[in-house]
């Protein structure tokens, strides 16, 4: 372990201790540690603690992995370029220069650690302010975030009509898109997530903007959002020419997001079902599906040697989306998300269905002198199976299966009379955990992923029917399979 890695545990460590001992409670509020499972937005009807006064709650994250993973490919020889011979075709950590290439990644993966300030100003009005310390992607100190949430105006004395039913929430945040998001690893704050890794395609990003929501009645939420529709701030003035692919301009509009949910409880039974908006028509760079600043919990599986356009060696900063799949939509993007989720008792089930529409300015087109944007689509659908048992639910196992089907950008996704080519990815996860504490847990996944569609002279690409069967087949089909074992502390 590095020196870096050796001072963020121990500060994570001493400020557990002292956090722990004096944290205050907060009034609408998700905590940060075994007591923030399964909550979402938090509700507006539970009785909240009196507010008494100016309080702050320090609160932090910190997850070690240990993995050992096996990738392969059937990937032919290419050339990065005419003057560099590099195989750009070879996975990483493999020796091997034929056809077929295999490495096992194993070992201590990076630590990672998040920092939370958790602030209660005035009666139901909270601001945070969330932070990474320690990350593969982003290895600096890195503000993830800050907002505003304000449930009830004491300015303007009782207002009833606000306190009961509405929130509005304002400042640098994560658009509250669909619902897998609260059960994402973020870093180094995964103890939400019964798994080690978030979905193939993972839809996170944090923007500037607000939302304003509504609980009409119990078990019922609706929100409407609006935002800038970048991960930075942006004051740039975009040509109202068109940009270099000579279709339409480069603009720079806001993202609209909605959402409306059900989420209640009869006795044993808990029922939640959501579904979720998103939409920008036109961004120079929207990051809802390349937003995560982290990355990754499976280290540089599936990632070639060398970075294919400049040759030089892979590293887990630049590629720190192992094991996901980016659509690059960056310029345009329309999705929509369902996702149920029903507990009763220990057995928890929760599913998530996603379409995605969305394009790059590389995907318009100029036909008969009209501009138009080429739609690339893409689905995913998953479901989690979690049981958790012993008292307090302080243990669990949970299986995972996860198939994304879509159409990536690029010419060599594109068949000869120019229709795009689809690919598919598929994972299964099997996990399980044990919480010592409720601050506390350790968790263990083996984990089998596939790739099938990828074309001929992609790294990905597989000539044999697709198969989850990673670790006992001799004739391994293109993918990566094995395991990862996780510390997890949360606060």
């Known amino acids: 372990m590095s020196t870096k890695s050796i001072l963020v545990t121990l500060t994570l460590m001493l400020s557990a201790c002292w956090a722990m001992a004096q944290q205050p409670s907060l009034q609408y509020f998700r905590p940060w540690d075994k007591e923030g499972i399964n909550v979402f937005e938090p509700t507006k009807k539970t009785d909240q603690p009196e507010f008494t006064g100016f309080k702050l709650r320090i609160g932090g994250a910190f997850t070690q992995d240990f993995q050992s993973l096996r990738h392969t490919n059937r990937a032919a020889y290419s050339a990065v370029s005419s003057t560099n011979s590099s195989n750009k075709n070879l996975l990483y950590g493999t020796i091997k220069t034929e056809d077929s290439t295999a490495a096992r990644l194993t070992g201590f993966n990076l630590a990672m650690a998040n920092l939370n300030f958790d602030f209660q100003i005035a009666d139901g009005i909270r601001v945070s302010l969330e932070n990474y310390m320690s990350s593969r992607h982003h290895s600096e100190f890195w503000v993830k975030g800050g907002y505003i949430m304000i449930d009830k105006l004491p300015m303007f004395g009782e207002q009833k009509w606000f306190d009961d039913y509405f929130r509005v929430k304002i400042g640098h945040f994560q658009p509250n898109f669909g619902d897998a998001q609260f059960r994402r690893s973020d870093g180094g704050n995964t103890i939400f997530n019964p798994f080690v890794e978030n979905y193939i395609l993972d839809a996170f990003t944090t923007e500037i903007g607000g939302e304003v929501y509504v609980f009409p009645a119990e078990g019922f939420m609706g929100m409407i959002g609006m935002t800038s529709g970048f991960i930075n701030g942006n004051i740039e003035n975009y040509s109202e020419n068109n940009n270099n692919f000579g279709v339409v301009p480069t603009k720079k509009s806001p993202s609209i997001t909605a959402k409306i949910a059900y989420d209640k409880t009869y006795e044993d039974l808990r029922v939640r079902l959501s579904a979720s908006f998103y939409n920008n028509p036109n961004a120079a760079r929207n990051t809802l599906y390349a937003g995560d600043r982290t990355g990754s919990h499976y280290f540089m599986v599936m990632e070639p040697a060398v970075q294919p356009n400049t040759g030089t060696a892979s590293t887990a900063a630049a590629q720190f989306t192992s094991g996901r799949f980016n ?165």
């Open 327 to 491: 659509p690059n939509v960056a310029n345009r993007v329309q999705a929509f998300m369902i996702n149920p989720f029903i507990k009763y008792k220990g057995l928890e089930v929760f599913g998530s269905y996603e379409i995605l529409l969305g394009s790059v300015y590389g995907d318009t087109l100029k036909t008969g002198g009209v501009a138009s944007w080429e739609k690339r689509s893409f689905n995913q659908m998953a479901i989690d199976a979690v049981y958790r048992f012993l008292k307090n639910e302080q243990a669990y196992v949970g299986v995972r299966y996860v198939k994304l089907k879509g159409q990536p950008d690029g010419n060599t996704f594109k068949e000869a009379n120019g229709t795009r080519k689809e690919v598919d990815i598929t994972r299964m996860a099997v996990s399980a955990g044990w919480f010592p504490t409720k601050n506390l847990l350790l968790k263990g996944e083996w984990v089998a992923q596939t790739y099938g569609g990828f074309p001929t002279g992609d790294y990905r690409n597989d000539t044999e029917p697709t198969s989850l069967n990673l670790l006992f087949d001799q004739n391994r089909p293109v993918g990566f399979g094995g395991f990862v074992v996780s510390a997890v502390v949360g606060f």
